[in-house]
């Protein structure tokens, strides 16, 4: 029905406009550059991890598994990211994030922009709490678990943390990084506990964090609206097998005598390894997603500083910074969407103007 | 256009608000309204435009085209989903470039949220919260068929222009049968606002 529409499915041009093609003079087909960037990043972890482990002899056999998933856990990642961020959106946002970052005037005037972006934007998630102070307590206590639990376990796979005791079976230990002695501990007194138990006080956090989340997956009308059981579902079980598994090892060695350890220890790698394998696919690649937002929160933050801001072509009402009004224009330009001319305008302006042109051109009056 | 889908006529909106009010009990967005209502002529007529999510389908979704974050997700039967709780960085792309002027942002909660078409209502056959309500019929939930039952001989239009760009939707408007222009002016390239020529 109606007049042909141009075609806006021709294929991602890189020569839509000479900006987009200064940065790569020879664009390579974005899967074929990521898996190249991704293969070499894997291999770098590989690297890394025989020196580290000091030519494997830190090296523990028995987390061979582990630490093979963490490579295709790199692998997965990069290539993930690579193919997001050749996507224009994406591109241009980070591009602006990284130049305003690096530009002068972010060093003289916001120096301390960036860290305090960080800490309450990624560490503390406050944008969370504006959402639902329940989802936010449940979040950081999942957050914080994770990070633990991910601070003791990629290094200790990777053979780059050791605890060895000079005097056989302690109580006395040292920690090593790299073969290099960072503190001496007693095993038996609050730190040392701490220090041995620190994935169990992680898998506390995740349970009580990803248990809210899954008893509000099946109860609350707004998360289970279109909710799907492999993006939504999957993740959360996964992290509640993990640290159940992770405990009841624990458990295991303290009030079982081992009994059980073998196929608790199993169970505990499969469910890990199939986690970090899933990770860059699903709802866990917002763990790589979401610090790449803090560029654009410092292109904003920094522009209006400057009071660089940008009002309605019609009603003045506040649109949005200039550069980012600029930006997205690039970027609906870059996608074919020829009508950026339009971000000039305040989302009421265009239903308005929209409103009024049916009002005088389709159907006068609204007869 | 979709098969089930919203045929909105401004012609019969009388402005109550019915829809706006039957919004805000939508599971997906429990307490905010995602419908807008607005007042093209305010003061001089009592004409009044209900605008829900045109759900694009050609060019497909530019809201979602233009988010940095791959939160905006299009279903198989082509409704264009609220953003990604986990992934929405809330930057604003999406609600400045839709042509329509519909995602609406929390900024504190650096979240987009649209009208999904009731997607939990009319996923499983019933109608949207605004159609079900609206006492004019401005907003119909139904096949094209069961409309012209309803409203016989009536003409939609499922295209829209914004300079020379068309866009279609699955969302569709009822325009006049005797003078049926396709597509319909989306209302860029700006003529004239409220009779002032601002060419």
Same mark, same amino acid.
């Given at each position: 029905m109606g007049p042909v529409p141009q075609?806006?499915?021709? &294929?991602?041009? &890189?020569?839509?406009?000479p900006e987009a093609t200064a940065a790569a003079p020879r664009p390579r087909p974005p899967a074929v550059r990521a898996t190249l960037v991704a293969s070499a990043v894997a291999l770098l972890l590989i690297v890394a991890i025989i020196l580290g482990s000091r030519m494997l002899r830190?090296?523990?056999?028995?987390l061979l598994p582990y630490a093979v998933a963490t490579v295709f856990l790199a692998f997965g990642v990069t290539y993930r990211y690579t193919v997001w961020v050749s996507e224009p959106a994406a591109r241009r946002l980070l591009r602006q994030g990284w130049r305003t970052l690096f530009s002068r005037e972010n060093f003289r005037k916001a120096p301390t922009a960036l860290p305090r972006m960080i800490a309450t934007?990624?560490?503390?998630?406050?944008f969370l709490g504006a959402r639902s102070t329940a989802r936010w307590a449940a979040h950081q206590l999942l957050f914080w678990g994770c990070i633990l639990a991910a601070v003791i376990t990629f290094p200790l796979t990777w053979g780059w943390f050791t605890f060895t005791s000079a005097t056989g079976p302690g109580p006395s230990y040292e920690m090593r990084i790299w073969g290099f002695k960072i503190i001496g501990f007693n095993s038996a007194d609050v730190i040392g506990w701490a220090l041995f138990h620190g994935l169990d006080l992680a898998a506390v956090l995740v349970i009580a964090g990803a248990g809210y989340f899954l008893w509000r997956r099946l109860r609350d009308r707004t998360a289970t609206t279109g909710q799907r059981f492999g993006y939504d579902l999957v993740p959360l079980l996964a992290l509640i097998v993990i640290s159940v598994t992770g405990l009841l090892l624990t458990f295991s060695a303290v009030?079982? *005598?081992?009994?059980?350890y073998e196929f608790l220890a199993l169970l505990h790698m499969v469910s890990v390894v199939f986690t970090l394998i899933y990770l860059p696919f699903g709802k866990f690649f917002h763990i790589v997603q979401r610090p790449a937002a803090v560029g654009m929160q410092l292109f904003k933050y920094s522009a209006r500083q400057d009071e660089k801001l940008f009002t309605c072509?019609?009603?003045?009402?506040l649109v949005d910074t200039a550069p980012y009004v600029e930006n997205l224009r690039g970027t609906m330009r870059d996608l074919r969407?020829?009508?950026?001319?339009?971000?000039?305008?305040?989302p009421r302006c265009k239903r308005v103007l929209r409103g009024s042109a049916y009002l005088t051109r389709v159907k006068r009056g609204f007869k | 256009m979709m098969g089930r889908t919203i045929f909105i006529d401004p012609g019969r909106c009388?402005?109550?608000q019915a829809c706006v009010s039957a919004c805000r009990e939508c599971d997906s967005h429990?307490?905010?309204?995602m419908i807008h209502l607005d007042y093209p002529d305010e003061g001089r007529s009592v004409a009044s435009l209900p605008t829900v999510?045109? *759900?694009?389908?050609?060019?497909?979704a530019p809201c979602a085209e233009v988010c940095p974050a791959d939160a905006i997700q299009v279903t198989p039967d082509g409704v264009v989903q609220q953003a990604d709780t986990t992934r929405?960085?809330?930057?604003a792309n999406c609600v400045n470039a839709c042509p329509f002027g519909v995602p609406k942002i929390d900024l504190a909660a650096k979240l987009q949220m649209k009208c999904d078409l009731c997607y939990d209502r009319t996923s499983h056959g019933l109608a949207p919260m605004c159609a079900t309500v609206c006492p004019t019929g401005a907003l119909f939930y139904g096949t094209l068929e069961e409309l012209r039952t309803e409203r016989p001989g009536v003409e939609v239009a499922d295209s829209f222009t914004f300079g020379d760009t068309v866009v279609h939707t699955g969302v569709a408007m009822v325009v006049p049968a005797d003078k049926?222009?396709? &597509?319909? &002016?989306?209302?860029?390239?700006?003529?004239?606002?409220n009779g002032v020529d601002v060419r």
């Open positions: 075609s806006s499915d021709a &294929p991602a041009a &890189p020569a839509a406009e830190n090296f523990d056999s028995a934007y990624l560490g503390f998630q406050k009030f079982l *005598h081992g009994g059980g072509r019609r009603c003045g009402e969407l020829d009508f950026d001319e339009w971000a000039e305008y305040c | 009388i402005g109550c429990r307490g905010k309204s999510c045109m *759900h694009c389908s050609d060019p497909v929405c960085i809330g930057c049926v222009r396709w &597509p319909v &002016p989306g209302g860029l390239p700006v003529i004239e606002v």
